[in-house]
């Protein structure tokens, strides 16, 4: 499953309708990144260049200029080179960025520095972001002073800088219908994996055996990339939020904790359960499970278009006291116990972040000092969870080291939210049937 190239031409063009005539932006990709001696980690592009282009490769930097007659959509990209494609891959080559990728132009990444400064002389506004690639800055600065020092001979450069990457995420932020398939796909497959990763579970399987029928199940299922490292904790690694060194046995009597989601054509799916390693879920194990659940349940009542953005982190978290005390692990009356906070040794994350492209996406919390309102297309994690530390002697011994997280991927419809994942065994009924 993949977005049509067509899809990126039209992202361009409409950004470009935006910027205006007189604008210009420029957006390099990721760069590769060394893992150790001359292996690298596998490249992955940037999302907004990405978004903006369907170009995989690196050493390429996106041009748009609106309203320019010799074109608009200006791509930098490396040369085709035999020697270099029978060591390293293929190579689209300019040719290939017009024909295969709908550019307009493109160019050789090796004349970037020659002719940038051509295409930002009389332009009036430069849409770029500081801040993200050092030596891309520096060259940035280089090229606009070079202009500056050349205006006695008619150049002019671009009198002010914007900030590019706001536009970018602001529609990144909204899901397409295509968008909203693909991650729909990465939320089944994912799924899946996780229902694989239950049927598989033993004692004495070792934490990164699960992790191997996770990716195992991404892979067959055409996803061959997690979105992000595989968290398999078993007992107290549970408690440990973004535990991945995945490389302990599981014990009889523990629950496991797995927060895996494949990553589909770029887009992430990020889904977390956690279930008994035996199949069973003791009294203790069970109290804390379904309270986190009804916690999830709570949150996804607070989401709906018009409703804003904070609203369903504060019902999770006023479940999750109001269970706290009933259990006796908090004391105390409810709203005080919110308001000092006094849940956050058991509870010390927020309900959930934008899920898109990246897995904790872009996209604004607020607008004009207030909670930005849900808007359909919006998708969103969420995913309450409990941990009571190993060592917290306040609590009593039965509760120490369990840790719960429940997370699903929420679409905001045009009249509430739809649960991308809740194909994913949950209820305590479920997920015991499913490993009996
Ligand atoms: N997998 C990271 C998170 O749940 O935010
Ligand atoms: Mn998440
Ligand atoms: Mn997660």
Redesign the pocket.
């Known amino acids: 499953m993949k977005l049509e190239k067509k899809i990126f031409s039209a992202r361009r063009k409409e950004l470009m309708g935006t910027l205006g005539e007189g604008a210009i932006l420029v957006l390099p990709s990721a760069a590769e990144k060394v893992r150790n001696a001359d292996c690298e980690y596998p490249f992955r592009q940037s999302s907004d260049f990405w978004y903006l282009t369907g170009f995989g490769e690196p050493e390429a930097v996106l041009v748009l200029v609106p309203g320019r007659e010799e074109g608009e959509a200006v791509l930098f990209n490396r040369r085709r080179d035999r020697d270099r494609e029978i060591w390293n891959g293929r190579r689209a080559g300019q040719e290939g960025a017009v024909n295969t990728f709908g550019f307009d132009q493109a160019f050789p990444i090796e004349e970037l520095d020659q002719l940038l400064p051509e295409l930002l002389n009389g332009r009036e506004r430069l849409f770029y972001t500081p801040g993200q690639d050092k030596a891309f800055d520096e060259q940035m600065w280089g090229w606009l002073a070079r202009l500056r020092n050349a205006e006695r001979r008619g150049k002019t450069a671009p009198d002010s800088i914007e900030d590019r990457d706001s536009l970018i995420h602001a529609r990144r932020q909204i899901k397409s219908v295509e968008e909203i398939a693909l991650m729909r796909e990465a939320g089944t497959i994912s799924t899946r994996a996780h229902i694989r990763a239950m049927t598989e579970c033993r004692p004495r399987v070792m934490e990164y055996q699960l992790e191997a029928a996770i990716l195992h199940e991404f892979a067959m299922s055409g996803a061959r990339h997690p979105a992000y490292s595989t968290i398999v904790g078993g007992g107290e690694n549970g408690c440990i939020l973004h535990y991945t060194e995945n490389d302990c046995e599981l014990k009889d009597g523990d629950l496991v904790l797995i927060?895996a989601?494949c990553e589909l054509d770029h887009y992430a799916a990020?889904?977390?359960r956690t279930f008994p390693v035996n199949g069973h879920f003791s009294p203790e194990q069970k109290a804390l499970y379904e309270l986190v659940l009804m916690a999830q349940e709570a949150a996804f009542a607070e989401i709906a278009p018009g409703k804003p953005w904070d609203g369903f982190h504060k019902a999770a978290v006023a479940v999750l006291v109001e269970g706290l005390i009933k259990l006796g692990l908090l004391k105390g009356e409810r709203d005080q116990l919110i308001e000092d906070e006094a849940y956050s040794p058991f509870y010390m994350h927020g309900t959930g972040h934008w899920l898109g492209m990246d897995?904790h996406d872009v996209g604004i919390h607020k607008q004009q000092g207030q909670p930005v309102l849900f808007t359909p297309g919006m998708v969103l994690?969420v995913?309450p969870g409990l941990y009571i530390a190993p060592d917290n002697t306040e609590v009593e011994e039965r509760w120490r080291g369990i840790g719960i997280r429940i997370?699903d991927n929420v679409l905001v419809t045009d009249d509430g939210c739809e649960n991308l994942t809740a194909a994913a065994p949950k209820t305590v009924a479920d997920i015991e049937a499913l490993m009996a």
């Open positions: 927060d989601g990020d889904i977390t897995v994690t995913e997370e």
